[in-house]
């Protein structure tokens, strides 16, 4: 078997600063970041919850901070054969989007790793002599997809159509989007900026068409990585390959989720009723399935049927929760008394997210598989005829 190790969901949580608006309207600030730990301040008692997670971000941090901490890592690992999804989630206007895009030429993280990935490719790329009569060249095949879940609809954002893609599963490729456009990424960073902003403007036309759909619908940026290593020593040669990818996720807002979960009392206070609450439920049925799932990660006591099957966002993020795949999880606040509920809301759902755990697996490469079946098999023989 190929070696496996259970690793926990890593989680960050990350407070933006306080907008405009809400200091002109006298909002107070209720979150506090030490270190690693949250503390939360309810303004109607003063009663004051602290969390503890794997990364704290206050008000001042920076882009590179954030990336370097919880998304480099998954680079690196990505280049070791393994598969990492990052996902951020929080409230409408908690941050998300600049934590995962950016503001402007504040990059975020999908800018920075494709940006990443682009110099570690081409820098690591050169064929060169290693040691003698070893030749090693090393060729690497980037791929990008990039989708939006809306309204349990799969629309592709780098090729438009009405076609309504399925999700489907691959005995040895795992989890895949039918029909997804899978871009080349070839010549330079600026390629990788140019799909991106074709992307978020496709989202953004959708966006004013239908009210308020960017911040009720999920996006996946999806990086694959397959590279080549090719060893010439005398008149062998070892190819070995090599594929990972990288999925960046941002969930769509928790504000829905809390209509549909917390039942009358907590709609009655967002004044969701009739007809809002039943879409809010509609539209987030990825997001309540979220929920259901992490309950079912987290609790090791309830033995069951995890419910991935119950919304496209679960089962596109089957592997990453509870799957094969190192996760990262962004928690994104506000940092304002009146956005209590959600954050705090936010922040339980973040630490319960802290344990789940996920059984990480190098992809293997199908030639070393290969070599490794009959290696075993050789010594199974080996064993029959010493046992006779
Ligand atoms: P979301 O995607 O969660 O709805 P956004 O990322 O769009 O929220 O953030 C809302 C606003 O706050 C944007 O104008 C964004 O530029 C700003 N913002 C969010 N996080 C930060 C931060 N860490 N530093 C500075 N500005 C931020
Ligand atoms: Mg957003």
Redesign the pocket.
């Known amino acids: 078997m190929a070696s496996s190790n259970d690793v926990n969901v890593k989680v960050a949580v990350?407070c933006?600063?306080m907008?405009g608006k809400e200091t002109q309207m006298g909002a107070s600030t209720i979150v506090g970041v030490q270190d690693t730990m949250i503390s939360i301040r309810n303004p109607a008692d003063d009663d004051i919850k602290k969390f503890t997670f794997d990364y704290a971000y206050s008000?001042d941090?920076q882009q590179t901070t954030v990336y370097t901490d919880v998304a480099r890592p998954l680079v690196d690992q990505a280049f070791q054969g393994y598969n990492g999804t990052i996902f951020a989630y929080?409230?409408?206007?908690?941050?998300?989007?600049?934590?995962m895009m950016g503001?402007g030429d504040d990059h975020g993280i999908i800018p920075k790793m494709n940006f990443d990935l682009f110099e570690y490719t081409t820098s690591t790329a050169t064929p060169g002599r290693v040691a003698a009569q070893t030749d090693v060249g090393t060729k690497y095949l980037i791929t990008v997809s990039f989708l939006e879940i809306y309204n349990e609809v799969i629309k592709d954002l780098l090729n438009p159509s009405d076609k309504v893609l399925k999700i489907r599963e691959h005995p040895d490729m795992g989890i895949y989007v039918e029909h997804l456009a899978e871009v080349l990424v070839v010549r330079e960073p600026s390629d990788v900026s140019r799909l991106i902003d074709e992307g978020n403007k496709v989202r953004q036309v959708a966006a004013t068409q239908m009210n308020e759909r960017s911040?009720r619908s999920h996006s996946c940026f999806t990086i694959k990585i397959g590279s080549k290593k090719i060893e010439t020593l005398g008149d062998m040669t070892r190819e070995t390959a090599m594929n990972a990818k990288i999925n960046l996720v941002?969930t769509s807002?928790v504000d829905r989720l809390s209509v549909d979960l917390a039942g009358s009392e907590r709609a009655a206070k967002t004044g969701a009723t009739g007809d809002r609450l039943k879409e809010g439920a509609a539209i987030n049925k990825s997001l309540s399935a979220l929920g259901n799932v992490i309950n079912m990660l987290a609790d090791r006591s309830k033995k069951g049927h995890v419910p991935y099957r119950d919304s496209k966002l679960t089962r596109l993020l089957q592997e990453s929760l509870g799957g094969n795949s190192l996760t990262v999880m962004i928690a994104?606040v506000s940092p304002a008394d009146y956005n209590y509920d959600e954050s705090l809301g936010t922040l339980q759902y973040a630490n319960r997210a802290k344990s789940i755990k996920n059984a990480t697996r190098k992809n293997e490469d199908v030639n070393e598989k290969m070599i490794r079946e009959l290696r075993e098999e050789i010594e199974r023989l080996r064993q029959m005829v010493q046992g006779n």
């Open positions: 990350r933006r600063p907008s008000v941090s929080g409230q409408t206007g908690s941050g998300k989007t600049h934590t503001s911040s941002c807002s994104a």
